[in-house]
Structure formats: C-alpha cells, structure tokens
C-alpha cells in the first residue's frame, strides 16, 4: 500500500476522475479529504472507499477564496494534493461570454492556485509534500470550441512547471496529469457560450479510457514521482506530434 496512512486531499471528488482517484487513493491506504461543491454526493463516494469511517467529507467551493482558507486550515496534514476539480467547454470564442471565460478561469486555475497556497507552507515547513494538479491535453494543444479551457490547462502548466522550480528543493514533487478522453460527464458538465451546461456525451469520451483505469495509472505515476502523467488513448500522442510537428497538429485540429 504505497500511500498508507498519508493524508491525500482530493478536490472534484464527488464524480468522474476524482471520485475513481479518491476511490484508488483509499485502496493504496490512504486517509483522504473529499471535496466539492456536492455534500451528498461526496458521502457517496467516501462510502465507496475503502475504511469510509476513516476519511473527511469536506465541501468546497474552489471559486470562493475564502472558503478556501477556512477548508485548509481546518487539515492539519496534507501529504498529497490532488487538484482535479474543473469544468471544461463547448463553444466557439466568439459565441462565448467574457463572464464564462472568467468563470472556466476562476475554477480551473486560480482555485487550483488559490488551494495551492493555502496548504503549501505547511507542506514547506515539513519539507515534504507532493502536489498532483489535474490537466489535460488541451494543456498543449489548443482545440476548437475549447478556447478559455485550454487557456485554463496551459495556465496551470506554466504555473506548477514554475513552482516545481521553485519549491523542489523543499523537498516538495509536483506531478501534472494530462488526460486525454475519459469516459466522464466532462462533457456533459462544460459550459456553453452563456454559460448553460452543453448536456451531450461526446463521442469521443462515450468510448474512452475509464476512469478507473485513469486513476489507476495517475496514482502508480504519483507513487513514482513523475514530473507528468499522461493517461488516455491515442489521443495523448498529439503531445509529442504538436512537440515535433507543430504546424501538422494546426492543420489537424481546424475546424471543417
């Protein structure tokens, strides 16, 4: 059990990845805080874990900062923080409202800065910690409909890629998780040009890598302190040709 008795602090915990990490993260032995906007669905999950009467069902807003220092100081430890809390999109830029852009923003990036923060003095202090923000792989490449998301998961990678610089000496790891399709509600959830739900499975999530099988390969990665994760399909080989190839990925991903 390579995490037994760590504290893992798992944020968008009542569904898809985060629900199938904190599930995982119980199994390796862990003592997890479950958070989320959803209280009756986060004690749903933690039923599902393994020890229930172990872990902390802790509601959170990631939009609302200050809620956001009362929850860390009511941890006392935080050994890993997984920041999978999110919401993704489906519109054009142009359809899209600024206060929708603001909001992709204000959940995706700075709720993940703003947790970060709180718990990493901590974390300093004990000179150990270990933080896992979720990505994807629009944190590299750029797709139609997608704008403000992508902006969202390519923020994230330049923010932790700087503080891994910044705190590795503190004894502190940083792991990125890209995912490419998973067969989640990531799509059904994401936000429209007006800021109402899209409410359609994409097909390309409907047969995709499950989340069970995502966690499974994050938390090997996380026991093995990797500076990324990347976890899906073929998909996630679009890295590597938008690394190499660049304008080949640009004609790719234009819109018809």
């Not at 899209?198 to 999530?205: A, L």
Request: proline share 4%; charged share 25%.
């Amino acid at each position: 059990m390579r995490f037994r008795d760590q504290v893992v602090w798992v944020t968008g915990a009542s569904s898809g990845i985060g629900e199938a990490l904190a599930v995982a993260f119980s199994r390796e032995g862990a003592q997890l805080v479950l958070s989320a906007r959803r209280a009756g669905e986060l004690e749903r999950v933690r039923a599902s874990c393994e020890r229930p009467d172990r872990h902390v069902v802790l509601p959170l807003d990631l939009t609302d900062v200050e809620a956001i220092a009362r929850a860390a100081e009511r941890v006392d430890r935080v050994d890993v923080l997984v920041h999978s809390g999110g919401v993704s999109q489906r519109s054009l830029a142009m359809q899209t409202g600024l206060a929708v852009e603001r909001a992709i923003m204000d959940l995706n990036f700075f709720g993940t800065v703003a947790l970060t923060k709180a718990v990493l003095p901590a974390m300093i202090a004990r000179k150990s910690g270990h933080i896992v923000p979720v990505s994807s792989v629009m944190g590299y490449i750029g797709t139609p409909l997608r704008s403000a998301y992508a902006a969202s998961k390519h923020a994230l990678h330049g923010y932790f890629d700087s503080l891994r610089a910044e705190v590795s000496k503190d004894g502190i790891n940083i792991t990125i998780v890209c995912p490419g399709y998973i067969r989640t509600n990531v799509s059904r959830n994401a936000l429209t040009g007006d800021g109402s739900a899209f409410g359609n499975m994409d097909p390309t999530h409907a047969n995709a890598t499950t989340p069970v099988e995502c966690a499974r390969r994050v938390v090997a990665g996380v026991a093995r302190r990797k500076r990324e994760v990347l976890v899906g399909g073929k998909e996630t080989r679009a890295v590597l040709l938008q690394r190499l190839f660049p304008a080949v990925v640009a004609r790719m991903v234009r819109m018809k």
